[in-house]
């Protein structure tokens, strides 16, 4: 090809590329003030977490789309209480302080925005709606919105609570706990009807007595994780309960634990619990090492160790539902183990379920001191000829038409939802077995 040819060629190409790349940029570049332009939002309503007041929020974020043919640029983005509700706006990386202005959206192109809240001090026990409206002012006029909106919780905050004399505590009121409890040696902490929020990190440790009744102990975490998953199915939220040696020990009746790292840990103590449960541990339900342990109807659930680990003392567990469903992990613990420590272990275990994913969820470590009974159980283990240490037993077998999570009303792994009470079609359930 002769040299003037090729150049011609190459320079019409170069003149068409910047022709196209112009006629880009100027169709990318128009905006238009017509009036029946509108963005679209991914959402409407933006409904955060309910908020314990003066706390502050997770982040919550959705987008805004403009899909018509022509730029559209924002006036102003503004809140239409302004600082009033206590939201806090970020659009497009521009903090509403009060107000955005001047903002442009391309066609076919979004932003992002942000949105967190801290509830001012609330009067009411009840939760109380805060809502606002992030206001969208187009250069045309034409106004857009969207609701954000919360419940706030009036809530008693405590961050070091520590207790040296005998003090009893009942509320209707939340109480937050932020660093944690320490209830002292020769005190007693009595709790009664109240549900305590501890943050991450924070837990109880007794050196003296700890007494509850009609008792949630839980995490402070009130949002989600995911749209389905409220963080109060996570495990792992916050410390737990634990009883230092020789302490006096704790009496729970009509408690939940709930979703901490060790739900309750005991260690040279006594430990009397009545229809209790303890569920979701990040760690045991309970640990008992070388203490008095008096369990009657209780439910000890889903721990990524054991649900149940007695070593060494007395036990005397009754009427307990023991059930290994842990989800976070395939090397989970079992429902019960026990076994000898430094001291021997006495146990008595009567009409008691225990079952799990396992084939084996019975695990025992005695030593020849050790003394061990059940009677009326229903155990998920291979079935022993001993009539010294097992009487009027049920065996649950992997090929059973009933077992496993079958004995329950509900057992939903991908949403973390569970209900233990017993099916009537449970064989646990004609025979008493289990807590109801």
């Given amino acids: 090809m002769p040299f003037y040819q090729y150049m011609m060629k190459r320079l019409f190409l170069f003149m068409t590329t910047v022709v196209l790349l112009l006629s880009a940029c100027s169709d990318n570049d128009s905006f238009s003030a017509s009036s029946s332009l509108r963005l679209t939002f991914s959402a409407d309503t933006i409904r955060l977490d309910t908020l314990f007041a003066t706390v502050p929020s997770s982040t919550y974020n959705f987008w805004v789309f403009n899909n018509s043919s022509d730029g559209i640029r924002l006036r102003s983005v503004r809140l239409e209480r302004g600082s009033q509700s206590g939201f806090r706006v970020n659009v497009d990386g521009t903090f509403l302080n009060p107000v955005a202005n001047d903002l442009e959206i391309r066609k076919g192109d979004s932003i992002r925005v942000f949105v967190e809240m801290t509830a001012f001090e609330q009067t009411s026990t009840d939760p109380v709606l805060v809502e606002d409206n992030l206001l969208f002012t187009l250069e045309s006029g034409v106004e857009q919105r969207v609701n954000l909106r919360t419940y706030s919780w009036k809530a008693i905050q405590y961050q070091q609570l520590t207790i040296d004399d005998d003090m009893t505590i009942e509320s209707e009121t939340p109480i937050v706990i932020y660093q944690g409890i320490h ?247 004609s025979r008493g077995i289990g807590c109801k």
């Fill in 183 to 429: 209830v002292g040696k020769g005190a007693t902490l009595t709790i009664h009807n109240t549900t305590l929020y501890f943050h991450d990190g924070a837990g109880i440790t007794v050196d003296g007595q700890l007494k509850a009744e009609s008792t949630c102990f839980r995490g402070d975490r009130l949002d989600h994780m995911f749209a389905y998953l409220p963080y109060d199915r996570v495990s792992g939220q916050w410390d737990g309960i634990m009883l230092n040696p020789h302490s006096e020990g704790c009496t729970l009746t009509d408690c939940e634990i709930r979703n901490a790292l060790d739900g309750l840990y005991a260690d040279s103590t006594t430990v009397n619990l009545s229809r209790t449960v303890i569920h979701n541990s990040n760690g045991y339900g309970l640990w008992a090492h070388d203490s008095e342990v008096h369990v009657s109807q209780c439910q000890f659930t889903n721990a990524l160790r054991d649900c149940l680990a007695l070593r060494g003392g007395l036990a005397i567990i009754d009427q307990t539902t023991l059930a290994q469903f842990y989800p976070f992990a395939g090397n989970r613990g079992v429902a019960l183990r026990f076994g000898a420590s430094e001291d021997p272990i006495s146990l008595s275990c009567m009409n008691t379920l225990v079952t799990g994913y396992s084939d084996d969820e019975v695990m025992g470590d005695l030593d020849e001191e050790s003394e061990y009974h059940f009677e009326n159980c229903l155990l998920r283990t291979p079935e022993v000829e001993d009539a010294e240490h097992f009487y009027d037993m049920l065996w649950e077998k992997k090929d059973d038409e009933i077992q496993g999570k079958q004995h329950f009303l509900l057992v939903d792994e991908q949403n973390l939802r569970y209900d233990f009470t017993l099916k009537e079609e449970s064989p646990a359930f």
